[in-house]
Structures are given as C-alpha cells and as structure tokens.
C-alpha cells in the first residue's frame, strides 16, 4: 500500500506561481510513475503531468512552457511548479502514483490540493 499526502495548493493572482508537493510513503517498487491530475468543477479529470522513475517527463499541453513536474532524488517525493497561472487552471490537483511490479500495476491517489486562480 502507498499512501500519498499533497501540500501547497491555495489562492493566487492569475500570472502568479505556486509549487505543489506530493510525499509518498508505503510500500515504494522501483518501477513507478508519479504525476499530478487536476478536475475544474463540473469537468472531468485530466492528466497534467507525469515523470517516471528514470525523469522522462510527459505534460498536457495546456501546461507546456508553464509547468515543471521534478522528484526529489530518493524518488518519493514529486513536486509540480507551477508559473503563469491562469484562472483556466483553477482546479483541484490529485497526486498519482502507478507501480509496475512483475505483470501487476496498482493505482493510488492523493486527497487533493485546491488550486485556485483569480482574475
């Protein structure tokens, strides 16, 4: 089992930055991609970005040039830095975590950081 905690999240003027953190505690394989998920109000939720254990990145493109995805060197804590937000981004951010070990891949999630940008 991992469990997943999420800081940073809050209120901020639109061209404004926040960082978010996620520590991931638990049973940790070597094998896993860490990334961050957002859902606006009323919409589905989407991918923002993702890195892998090896630091191959892959981000939506709505956060490209804007947003940096990174993790700390032991690898169990990711972080998202987040520039020129736009009140578009107005979201809450879920951590996620996907372990491979052998033919398995288990899913966890974060309780959610609120993210919101003014106008």
């Known amino acids: 089992q991992v469990h997943l905690v999420e800081s940073g999240g809050g209120l901020v003027q639109a061209g404004g930055s926040l960082r978010l953190s996620c520590a991931a505690s638990?049973?940790?394989?070597?094998?896993?991609?860490m990334g961050w998920y957002r859902q606006a109000s009323g919409k589905q939720r989407e991918l923002v970005a993702t890195i892998t254990t090896g630091g191959s990145t892959n981000y939506a493109d709505s956060v490209k040039g804007r947003f940096t995805i990174s993790r700390d060197n032991a690898g169990n804590t990711v972080h998202l830095q987040m520039n020129g937000l736009e009140p578009e981004d107005t979201a809450v951010y879920y951590c996620?975590?996907?372990?491979?070990?052998?033919?398995?891949?288990?899913?966890?999630w974060g309780q959610g950081a609120q993210v919101t940008v003014s106008s």
């Open positions: 996620n975590a996907v372990q491979y070990y052998g033919a398995n891949v288990d899913t966890y």
């Open positions: 638990g049973r940790i394989f070597r094998r896993n991609i």
